[in-house]
């Protein structure tokens, strides 16, 4: 297995209020880079969409950790075995931090093509959400 770890993001906001935006996969489409995907479809725990040359993906919310992790899996086919980590850490009031994780089965050969490019896939999506404002969850 090959670890692919963002950069460190963060969020002005409560670990709570990220928890509660990042598991519902519908917010999703709002911070994955819209000129990389295609066919985009959710519901609040699963998502499906196509990446040109890898095919149609289908992800699943399979385990959550209440405001520190969200851990993320294929369902059906994919192109290589892989599964994906959000954690969430209150470091301080209104200041949050997380990063990214795919743990993904990839040979060498598929690790020299493709780390480099997951890698940076993976700090744009921190880079984007960092950006954002998440709203606040209702009391």
């Known amino acids: 297995m090959t670890d692919i770890v963002s950069k ?7 670990d709570e209020d990220i928890y509660s935006f990042l598991t519902d996969l519908r917010n999703l489409d709002s911070y994955i880079p819209s000129d990389k995907i295609n066919d985009w479809q959710s519901d ?6 196509s990446i040109p ?3 149609t993906i289908s992800l699943q919310i399979t385990d ?4 520190t992790l969200i851990k993320v899996e294929p369902q059906g086919n994919t192109p ?5 980590f ?3 850490k209150e470091v301080a009031e209104q200041d949050t931090r997380f990063k990214l994780t795919l743990r993904a ?4 050969m598929m690790k020299t093509m493709f780390k480099g490019q997951i890698q940076k896939g993976l700090d744009q999506i921190v880079d984007t959400l960092s950006g954002m404002k998440i709203p606040s969850s209702p009391e």
């Open 64 to 67: 959550k950790e209440p405001n």
């Open 86 to 88: 959000i954690q969430i």
């Open 44 to 49: 609040e725990n699963s998502c499906s969409f």
């Open 8 to 14: 460190q993001g963060k969020i002005a906001g409560s």
């Open 105 to 108: 089965e990839l040979n060498a």
């Open 80 to 84: 290589f075995g892989f599964k994906f």
């Open 53 to 55: 040359q890898a095919g």
